[in-house]
């Protein structure tokens, strides 16, 4: 191995072929904010007052978007620490030795994190052929010592919504808490007639991450809950803080994302996110349908996600082009439409495609 050359400026990657990912270029506003308050620490809200002011209104912004009152809850680091926060409340303020936490299979892995962190058991159940979670497969795996039982609100692989209002009765039947994850849907399902948030089931906790779809500079995500009780699970005593208590699960955190996570919501909530998610449906639809054309299996995008059955050798060859792809873990190619991805973009891709095919 040689040594990095001193001197040269590193680049990061351009986005001009990222198909795969779930996050993309912040806008020039979220952007700004972050290199402005790259030095705060919103885990230090008595010394960088002005951030942690910005983090009560970015969580009063995201109950905006997931019709909740009076939300509760912080910036995390990602869906990660949200779904991990999420999963410690449920336990810490259920009465077992024994916890379990269920969920569809198609739960993001950040389940399995939290489960080995946490010490609980994670029990999956098998989705239905609608790729959503089947509530009576869910229903058999919980018992009396169920703390959380968990529904996705655009799934990572195709981007469906769990049976949320079911999910939601199968929780509180069992005395369990209630989570819905929508690190990536939360910025598409507002514009949607999906029940997937606050005001269509009673939920207890919910992951939306403001780095994804929200266009938010990296790391943004956010943790919402109804209740207190909540964040009182999770906080700590804080000796040499001012601050009584610190919920959060990280100590020092970033205040860029936080101020990023502000811009980007100030400047783009509705209008610019519907127009995203309208850009993005409309061409999820378009590749669909030019993938079938080629005689491709495609699983119907609900949301701005297309998943194709393409050969692994195609997938390979695309790949070496300099094409960001993921696949699900079925082995099909998952599109996601983020704000970077343009239907010349998508054009210059069947273009390859169709080299590669012939
Ligand atoms: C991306 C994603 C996560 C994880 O979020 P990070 O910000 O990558 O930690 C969790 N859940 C879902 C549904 C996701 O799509």
């Known amino acids: 191995m040689t040594a990095p050359e001193m001197g040269a400026r590193p680049e990061p990657q351009s986005f001009e072929r990222v198909l795969s ?19 705060t620490n919103p885990g230090d809200p008595e010394t960088y007052p002005g951030v942690a002011e910005l983090e009560r209104e970015v969580v009063e912004m995201l109950g905006t978007l997931v019709d909740l009152p009076d939300p509760k809850g912080y910036v995390t ?41 946490l010490d609980v058991d994670l029990r999956l159940a098998p989705v239905g052929g609608d790729y959503r979670a089947d509530v009576d497969a869910v ?46 849907g939360g910025f598409v399902l507002p514009f949607t007639d999906e029940a997937w948030n606050f005001g269509d089931a009673a939920i207890d906790t919910m992951t939306i991450d403001p780095h994804k779809m929200g266009q938010a500079a990296i790391p943004a995500g956010g943790l919402l809950t109804t209740d207190e009780s909540v964040l009182d699970a999770l906080a700590v005593d804080t000796p040499y803080l001012e601050t009584a208590g610190q919920a959060s699960l990280t100590g020092t955190r970033s205040g860029a994302g936080v101020a990023s996570a502000h811009a980007a919501l100030t400047e783009q909530w509705p209008d610019g996110y519907r127009e995203n998610y309208e850009r993005g449906m409309t061409l999820a639809t378009w590749l669909a349908n030019a993938m079938q054309t080629r005689g491709y299996d495609v699983v119907e995008p609900h949301h701005p996600i297309v998943a194709i059955d393409l050969p692994a050798a195609i997938f390979e060859a695309l790949t070496d082009e300099g094409w960001r792809l993921s696949r699900t873990a079925a082995g099909e190619v998952r599109v996601v439409m983020m704000p970077h991805v343009t239907r010349e973009m998508l054009e210059a891709f069947l273009s390859d495609l169709d080299r590669q095919s012939r």
């Open 21 to 39: 990912s779930m996050c993309t270029e912040p806008i020039p506003e979220a952007r700004d904010a972050a290199m402005r308050f790259l030095a």
């Open 77 to 117: 680091t990602g869906g990660t620490e949200a779904n991990i926060q999420a999963v410690r409340a449920a336990r810490n303020l259920a009465n077992t030795d024994d916890p379990n936490v269920v969920g569809p299979a198609s739960v993001h892995f950040s389940f399995q994190k939290a489960a080995d962190i």
């Open 139 to 184: 229903t058999e795996l919980v018992d009396g010592d169920t703390v959380l039982v968990v529904g996705v609100a655009g799934t990572t692989e195709y981007g469906r919504v769990d049976p949320i209002p079911a999910l939601a009765d199968v929780a509180h039947d069992a005395d369990a808490r209630f989570h819905v994850d929508a690190a990536w």
